[in-house]
């Protein structure tokens, strides 16, 4: 999909739409993709979700209406999609930072949200290091948790990090780490896409079942709470997550659907991806180095 004009044709979707109840589901269903990848894409394209776009978007103009016209608060905050007054202002409050009913002083401040219009803008000067690399299937073993679509790329979520800190503290992947020799201890994140209809996806914290994984009993490990991934070989486009915590692999997303997707002629595939963290002792970990991350890609 080339989703820097899909995205146009999202936005456009919502504004035609404002005032009917939708969500980031249906305007996914509008340009013909996942909701989960549409809900990721828009979100690492836009800096926000389309939830919140279209929250803002609907305050924004209810401010305006309730500024240029003598309606009713209450008819107001119904057309724009709140079931309630007391809803209504507390997310106008929020948004404003004034009630609604102050916002008709002519002293009032209120915050003005346009239309996004998306635009692809190509910056000379800057690299982006990537390597392509056809992957041959894989498996590992995991421990995997469903989470909901709307977490991704919320800064305000951590439930992915709390599973990760979870496993640490509670030491749960010991099992797993014990079948690998040292210095191949590497962990890998996997993500994997949800089916059409669907507002979950499962992430999951594991180890490769490779050469370097001695024998195990799958049945106690399923007793410890591991379960088998499976992924199918695939291309994948490969990426250095360079900084101190998981704030450069928001920027790696991004620069994947801003300058890599545009250019390259490649668009997303419907397949795991993950990120990989190198064991401290594993010769491919380097200073500098969060981890790499590893996204399904095919030819446009």
Same mark, same amino acid.
């Given at each position: 999909?080339?989703?820097?004009?899909?995205?146009?044709?999202?936005?456009? /979707?919502?504004?035609?739409?404002?005032?009917?109840?939708?969500? /980031?589901?249906?305007?996914?269903?509008?340009?013909?993709?996942?909701?989960?990848?549409?809900?990721?894409?828009?979100?690492?394209?836009?800096?926000?979700?389309?939830?919140?776009?279209?929250?803002?978007?609907?305050?924004?103009?209810?401010?305006?209406?309730?500024?240029?016209?003598?309606?009713?608060?209450?008819?107001?905050? #119904?057309?724009?999609? /709140?079931?309630?007054?007391e809803s209504f202002t507390k997310a106008f409050t929020r948004f404003h930072g004034v009630a609604p009913k102050l916002a008709r002083e002519e002293s009032t401040r209120l915050t003005l949200f346009n239309p996004l219009v998306i635009k692809?803008?190509?910056?000379?000067? &800057?690299?982006?290091?990537?390597?392509?690399?056809?992957?041959?299937?894989?498996?590992?073993?995991?421990?995997?948790?469903? #989470?909901?679509?709307?977490?991704?790329?919320?800064?305000?979520?951590?439930?992915?990090?709390?599973?990760?800190?979870?496993?640490?503290?509670?030491?749960?992947?010991?099992?797993?780490?014990?079948?690998?020799?040292?210095?191949?201890?590497?962990?890998?994140?996997?993500?994997?896409?949800?089916?059409?209809?669907?507002?979950?996806?499962?992430?999951?914290?594991?180890?490769?079942?490779?050469?370097?994984?001695?024998?195990?009993?799958?049945?106690?490990?399923?007793?410890?709470? #591991?379960?088998?991934?499976?992924?199918?070989?695939?291309?994948?486009?490969? #990426?250095?997550?360079?900084? &101190?915590?998981?704030?450069?692999?928001?920027?790696?997303?991004? &620069?994947?659907?801003?300058?890599?997707?545009?250019?390259?002629?490649?668009?997303?595939?419907?397949?795991?991806d993950y990120e990989l963290y190198f064991d401290a002792a594993n010769p491919k970990n380097r200073p500098g180095l969060f981890c790499e991350l590893w996204i399904p890609i095919r030819k446009k």
């Amino acid at each position: 999909m080339e989703w820097i004009s899909a995205m146009q044709r999202a936005i456009d /979707y919502m504004e035609e739409h404002l005032l009917e109840e939708i969500n /980031y589901e249906d305007v996914a269903k509008s340009v013909y993709s996942s909701s989960y990848e549409f809900h990721r894409a828009f979100s690492f394209l836009t800096g926000m979700t389309a939830n919140a776009y279209i929250r803002n978007r609907r305050l924004s103009l209810a401010a305006r209406e309730i500024v240029e016209t003598g309606g009713r608060i209450t008819d107001i905050a #119904f057309k724009y999609g /709140y079931e309630t007054p007391e809803s209504f202002t507390k997310a106008f409050t929020r948004f404003h930072g004034v009630a609604p009913k102050l916002a008709r002083e002519e002293s009032t401040r209120l915050t003005l949200f346009n239309p996004l219009v998306i635009k692809l803008t190509v910056e000379g000067g &800057k690299s982006m290091d990537y390597r392509i690399v056809q992957a041959e299937a894989k498996q590992f073993l995991a421990l995997v948790r469903n #989470f909901r679509n709307e977490i991704i790329n919320d800064d305000d979520n951590h439930e992915v990090a709390d599973f990760w800190g979870e496993a640490e503290e509670k030491k749960l992947l010991s099992p797993a780490l014990l079948l690998r020799k040292d210095g191949m201890k590497d962990l890998y994140g996997l993500c994997t896409p949800t089916k059409a209809g669907t507002q979950t996806f499962d992430y999951g914290i594991g180890i490769p079942i490779d050469k370097d994984t001695q024998g195990f009993d799958l049945e106690k490990m399923k007793q410890e709470g #591991f379960l088998l991934w499976n992924v199918e070989p695939a291309t994948y486009v490969v #990426f250095d997550c360079m900084g &101190k915590d998981a704030d450069c692999i928001s920027k790696t997303w991004e &620069k994947f659907y801003k300058e890599f997707l545009p250019q390259m002629g490649y668009e997303a595939a419907d397949q795991t991806d993950y990120e990989l963290y190198f064991d401290a002792a594993n010769p491919k970990n380097r200073p500098g180095l969060f981890c790499e991350l590893w996204i399904p890609i095919r030819k446009k």
